[in-house]
């Protein structure tokens, strides 16, 4: 098997190290694991793509690559340019620092990766650890996913997309934030939201006055809908959501399809 990986937290993170070793045992002892990470961290950027300007991507040793972009770039990079059109036969993307479950998905390069991944019509799944009490003392805050990851990457992979082909499934894994042993299973859910918390900005001044904004995330331990993502990794549980990039609400469109009519 030929597998391309990418992250968001930037071809250094401790993460990216996971996942490597994860791929490398999908790929088994035939196969191939190829790198194109942002050069840069390139948390928060969703599916964002560098479409108004170019991307510089240098070979740091055989089968890695940094490029000068955001996940989805970095994929663009792999599919069309390093794998020389030859696509991959999955793309995996993580293992982020911190999770991607509830609302953090709409904001996630570690998402976006694996959207991209979905959109040149490729398997690809996106992984993240959830940190938290039970991870800060832990010698590998990443144990979970580097534990259980080999397994439930292989279950999805035994699963059969049959749904719509205009937008094929891609898959968001989190694993939650306890010790490896103390994982309590997985589950497929839902993509929950957490309640009365919400992403938010706060000013601060500069040394020299000037005044800056700084992005700062919401309480992520706050309650969510039961049986969600969200729910499911504060119970201590890996949680697989499956996921397509059509936007639509399809639930509404029933409802006020009489006022467009």
């Given amino acids: 098997m030929r597998i391309l990986i990418t992250n968001d937290d930037g ?13 490398e045992e999908i790929a088994g002892p035939d196969g191939e694991v190829w790198t194109v990470a942002p050069a840069f961290e390139q ?11 170019p991307t510089m991507i240098s070979e740091l040793a055989p089968r890695r690559f940094a490029a000068e972009g955001s996940p989805a770039d970095c994929v663009l990079a792999g599919v069309h ?5 030859t696509p991959p036969d999955l793309v995996l993307s993580g293992v982020n620092r911190g999770n991607n479950s509830g609302e953090n998905a709409l904001y996630s390069g570690t998402l976006g ?36 990851g080999v397994e439930v990457v292989r279950r999805i992979l035994s699963l059969t997309d049959d749904g719509t082909p205009d937008y094929p499934l891609f ?20 993509q929950g939201r957490r309640h ?8 601060h001044l500069s040394p020299a006055g000037r005044r800056f904004l700084w992005v700062k995330g919401g309480d992520q331990r706050a309650p969510a809908t039961e ?3 969200v729910a499911g990794n504060l119970e201590g549980r890996i949680t697989v959501t499956p996921m397509r990039a059509d936007l639509t ?5 029933a409802a006020m399809r009489d006022a467009f009519a």
């Fill in 11 to 23: 071809i250094n993170a401790p993460g990216l190290a996971v996942l490597q070793a994860i791929a």
């Fill in 43 to 53: 948390s928060g950027v969703a599916h964002c793509i560098s479409y108004t300007h």
């Fill in 81 to 85: 340019d390093v794998l020389d059109g």
């Fill in 113 to 148: 990766g694996a959207m991209e991944g979905a959109l040149q019509g490729l398997p690809a799944i996106a992984l993240s650890q959830y940190l938290g009490p039970g991870t800060r003392d832990l010698e590998n805050p990443f144990e979970a996913a580097a534990t259980h």
């Fill in 171 to 190: 898959w968001n894994v989190n694993f939650p934030p306890v010790a490896a042993d103390k994982v309590r299973g997985t589950s497929l859910a839902p």
């Fill in 196 to 203: 009365g918390t919400r992403f938010s900005a706060v000013a």
């Fill in 227 to 229: 049986g969600s993502d």
């Fill in 249 to 253: 609400a399809h639930d509404a469109l």
